[in-house]
T-cell receptor
Framework: QKEVEQDPGPLSVPEGAIVSLNCTYS??????FMWYRQYSRKGPELLMY????GNKEDGRFTAQVDKSSKYISLFIRDSQPSDSATYLC???????????????FGKGTKLTVNP | KAGVTQTPRYLIKTRGQQVTLSCSPI?????VSWYQQTPGQGLQFLFE???????NKGNFPGRFSGRQFSNSRSEMNVSTLELGDSALYLC????????????FGPGTRLLVL
């Protein structure tokens, strides 16, 4: 079983739809959870960052973490064509003295929002 | 503040050659991590450097190596290139020892023929 599983899609939705992206993981030691957005031919950019369980909202984006189920989600409300990108979940155990712990990424879900 | 920069952006090499990629982190960031991204495997961690020392290493063969300079700039080297090394190589920087937020550069796309 891979440490982090993410449905690669592709996912195609009409403009204005609510999008739900999900990842499951197997390592209960993960404490930090992130969502990155990657446009074609670009590096990933950090969208959301959460620690432990709970919800976090930022504009049209909401990240949810359920550690008991080892499941994280990213919701995009009122999706726009500019949201078309690949979304990657990432997680880590936490920083160690002298350096950051490595991030473990999902393979990414390709999202297309059609006008 | 300038972001993470990587050079070159594109590279074509042949099997057996070696390649060196460069990464300049965000000013003030001391930790630099390298990742390999391929369609089949996704983003895979190569190694992380902090204060010129390798702190973490992923599961890649010894042909992949790196280093960090006193100004936090980092290089990675791949020797004896194989076709399977064709990938997007991404560098990410972060600020402090316990900082979990990493900021990525645009990547170097390597094609091995």
């Amino acid at each position: 079983q891979k440490e982090v599983e993410q449905d690669p899609g592709p996912l195609s939705v009409p403009e204005g739809a609510i999008v739900s992206l999900n990842c499951t993981y197997s390592n209960s030691a993960f404490q930090y959870f992130m969502w990155y957005r990657q446009y074609s031919r670009k590096g990933p950019e950090l969208l959301m960052y959460t620690y432990s369980s709970g919800n976090k909202e930022d504009g049209r984006f909401t990240a949810q973490v359920d550690k008991s189920s080892k499941y994280i989600s990213l919701f995009i409300r009122d999706s726009q064509p500019s949201d078309s990108a690949t979304y990657l979940c990432a997680m880590s155990h936490g920083g160690t003295q002298g350096g950051s712990e490595k991030l473990v990424f999902g393979k990414g879900t390709k999202l297309t929002v059609n006008p | 503040k300038a972001g993470v920069t990587q050079t070159p952006r594109y590279l074509i090499k042949t099997r057996g050659q070696q390649v060196t990629l460069s990464c300049s982190p965000i000013s003030g960031h001391r930790s630099v991590s390298w990742y390999q991204q391929t369609p089949g495997q996704g983003l895979q961690f190569l190694f992380e450097y902090f204060s010129e020392t390798q702190r973490n290493k992923g599961n890649f063969p010894g042909r992949f190596s790196g280093r960090q300079f006193s100004n936090s700039r980092s290089e990675m080297n791949v020797s004896t290139l194989e076709l399977g090394d064709s990938a997007l190589y991404l560098c990410a920087s972060s600020f402090r020892t316990s900082e979990e937020t990493q900021y990525f550069g645009p990547g170097t796309r390597l094609l091995v023929l």
